[in-house]
């Protein structure tokens, strides 16, 4: 794992191939990577299950796509967009 | 940053005192049942309250043991963790070290954690071990494990966290007699043992995360199958055709119910208030404290009681979308939609019910987590058109707007302009929410997150719990407020005496006070009648109506011809549509104001609130009587 990547506060370049949870198709599964989030709002996440390692499945939406629910730890959680956009997958 | 360490040392210092009250405390994460547990030993024997500065309601029950012998418990709000960043965080921290100041520390621990999602919620285990209070774990929904076929090793269990540990299911109410056991031993002062595994850095996730891991392994833990009826009812709440037509339909069930529903059962209510306020008032000679009795507190408690058929039915409806699941579901629905005002999906319901009454709505907010987004909902409720507005509305519509038909017959010139209010009260409402939510309660976006729990039957017993717990609330804690306003408003309108008689409204306080006032409501069109009715019209916004009728001498209803000819000689147009726009904006109802109070701990809010309704509405009110009477 590159963990001093995570330490920068925000990586100028984006890894071309760095995908985010938005990005997975239905019945798709992905493992989180990092979040690119506050403090606060990423504990809040992570003590939800979005940790880096889990598997992540999107699943169901409200009409339109947004927010959708997420499959993670055995739980699942509906997150909106920009923060989905904000969990980078492996 | 404050963790537990400091408050471990306190426990040994603790005097073994037997005499004193003993006090359990429940810790959970949210949706672990921690509520149906607390109702399941205890019952009625409950009462909430708000600890001191802060909206954190927790609840406190007593629970009976055998030989006579009782135990405190303390619902403390669901948390993650313990790290104190949030207010209920904080809450749950403080009672567990003992530093709040209402609660002695608690002498044990009831930690409830859901068996169907172990490895997760035993993240919350560390933090609450460390503490060193003797605590039982109770895994719930064990039924619901065993059902999906998973699995734990709970002797093991108990072994690794060197705490018992019960398999329960609070709702059914299996192996509750563990946590009784629990209780009796912890009057006779059981002590704390140490855990088997090295408990991990407690402010640390990825690290308690993997602790849990470990003891899910060694505990042989067998996480369960998907809910299967779950995922079935999902397909269908949250398809994209079929999700917002069922949506649509609850909505308009709610709607229904609160508005049109509890109407025959509030005027039956209100009826029996009058009738049996006659027979009181029959028994007391005709005297000025007659009046007090009958005029004041009866009927100011009836206008009380009144709203009680309507909180009920909206308190049973979301009774049912919460203990089902199906709230969290709708919330997904509407957040779209919500988030263009700046708010999120579950203040969709309570906004809805406040087109009902702002009260039950207002109390309805308690299902959002999120303090900032809650106490912006609970602002602009008020703004969305209730049901005491209509008659005011009716009345003046009546008196000053001609029927004239526009769209064929169904929509006419008044009905265009009550549609206008209704646009008009939601506008304000969406608008301050902008302002709020940009300003002294802006949130991050990404602070959405909506755990889906699985979907469940709720029980009869959870739901009357519900209903008796708010009632209770309501009647007790808004009662005496109100009443006392009522009174107030009593002497108002009735004082001073006149050789032991009331004197007529005008030569009341409140006609003293509406002609003291008729300087700074000139300017909106008002006369010093329209003056003392919205004195009065505190009590409850329809009130002015009767007032204006006592004053005008006419019949004090909406569609009293009399009183429609009376305004309109007295009012120009500009005055009534003035009055109009005062209605929509002001706060006009003390109720509302003692239920925000209620709910938001503190008069802070309620006064900020009460203070920008009312420069709203006699602002919006001068420059609507200016504009209108340049054209008529």
């Known amino acids: 794992m590159q963990t001093s990547f995570k330490k920068k506060p925000k990586a100028p370049k984006r890894n071309p191939g760095a995908r985010n949870l938005t990005e997975l198709k239905h019945g798709e599964s992905g493992i989180i990577e990092r979040l690119d989030l506050p403090e606060e709002d990423s504990r809040r996440l992570m003590e939800l299950g979005f940790l880096p390692g889990h598997v992540v499945t999107p699943g169901h939406s409200a009409p339109g796509g947004d927010p959708r629910v997420f499959r993670v730890d055995g739980s699942e959680v509906a997150l909106r967009r920009e923060t989905a956009l904000k969990l980078i997958l492996r | ?632």
């Open chain 2, 1 to 632: 940053m404050g963790d537990c360490h400091g408050c471990a040392a306190a426990t040994i210092a603790r005097p073994p005192v037997q005499s004193r009250r003993h006090i359990v405390a429940i810790v959970g994460p949210p949706n672990s049942g921690k509520s149906t547990l607390f109702n399941r030993l205890t019952g009625l024997r409950q009462k909430v309250a708000n600890f001191p500065g802060v909206t954190v309601e927790h609840r406190m029950g007593r629970v009976k043991l055998e030989a006579g012998r009782e135990i405190y418990v303390v619902d403390l709000p669901g948390v993650y963790s313990l790290s104190p960043r949030t207010e209920d965080e904080r809450v749950t921290h403080d009672v567990l070290c003992g530093t709040m100041k209402e609660l002695p520390r608690p002498d044990a621990v009831l930690l409830i954690l859901d068996s169907t999602n172990l490895s997760r919620h035993l993240i919350l285990a560390a933090p609450v071990l460390s503490l060193g209070l003797p605590t039982l774990v109770i895994l719930n929904m064990a039924d619901d494990l065993e059902r999906r076929g998973g699995d734990i090793d709970s002797a093991e269990l108990a072994m690794q966290l060197g705490s018992p540990v019960a398999l329960v299911s609070a709702a059914k109410g299996s192996g509750v007699d563990k946590v009784f056991q629990f209780l009796s031993g912890t009057t006779l002062g059981a002590a704390a043992k140490p855990p088997l595994t090295e408990l991990p850095v407690i402010q640390d996730i990825p690290k308690c995360r993997a602790w849990a891991a470990s003891v899910g392994t060694k505990t042989n833990y067998q996480a369960p199958a998907p809910p299967l009826w779950t995922r079935r009812l999902d397909a269908l709440f949250l398809h994209p055709i079929a999700g917002p037509a069922v949506f649509l339909l609850v909505v308009i069930a709610v709607f229904q119910t609160i508005f049109k529903g509890a109407r025959p059962i509030m005027d039956a209510v209100q009826t029996a208030i009058q009738s049996s306020g006659l027979w009181f008032g029959s028994m007391l000679p005709d005297s000025a404290l007659r009046s007090l009795v009958v005029d004041g507190i009866w009927s100011g408690v009836g206008s009380v009681v009144v709203f009680l058929p309507q909180i009920l039915l909206l308190f049973l409806f979301i009774g049912i979308l919460e203990d089902s699941g199906y709230l969290a579901r709708a919330a997904l629905i509407a957040d779209r939609t919500m988030a263009r005002f700046g708010l999120q999906g579950k203040s969709f319901i309570p906004l809805l019910s406040a087109y009902a009454c702002a009260v039950p709505a207002i109390m309805a907010t308690r299902t959002i987590e999120n303090k900032r987004d809650r106490i912006a909902t609970i602002l602009i409720a008020p703004f969305m058109t209730c049901s005491a507005r209509l008659p005011v509305y009716i009345l003046i519509i009546a008196a000053f707007i001609p029927e004239k038909p526009l769209l064929g017959v169904f929509f006419g010139t008044r009905a265009a302009a009550l549609l206008g209010l209704y646009v008009l009260g939601f506008l304000a409402a969406i608008l301050t929410a902008r302002l709020l939510k940009s300003t002294v309660l802006r949130t991050s976006r990404s602070s959405f997150m909506l755990e889906m729990p699985p979907y469940r039957w709720p029980t009869v017993r959870s739901l009357g719990l519900r209903l008796v717990d708010r009632s209770r609330v309501f009647l007790r804690r808004a009662g005496t407020v109100i009443l006392a306003v009522a009174v107030v408003i009593w002497v108002l309108a009735h004082l001073p005496l006149s050789g032991g008689k009331t004197p007529p409204i005008e030569h009341s306080l409140a006609g003293m006070i509406g002609h003291t006032a008729e300087s700074a409501i000139a300017p909106l069109g008002f006369n010093w009648k329209i003056g003392i009715g919205l004195i009065t019209s505190l009590a409850a916004r329809e009130v002015i109506v009767g007032t204006l009728g006592t004053i005008y001498g006419m019949e004090g209803t909406s569609q009293s011809v009399g009183l429609q000819q009376a305004l309109r000689q007295d009012l120009t147009p500009g005055g009534a549509a003035a009055l109009l726009v005062f209605f929509a904006f002001a706060m006009q109802c003390m109720s509302t104001i003692a239920v925000v109070r209620r709910e938001t701990a503190g008069w802070r809010w309620p006064a900020v609130q009460f203070a920008y309704m009312t420069v709203l509405a006699y602002a919006c009110a001068f420059l609507t009587n200016r504009v209108v009477s340049i054209w008529f």
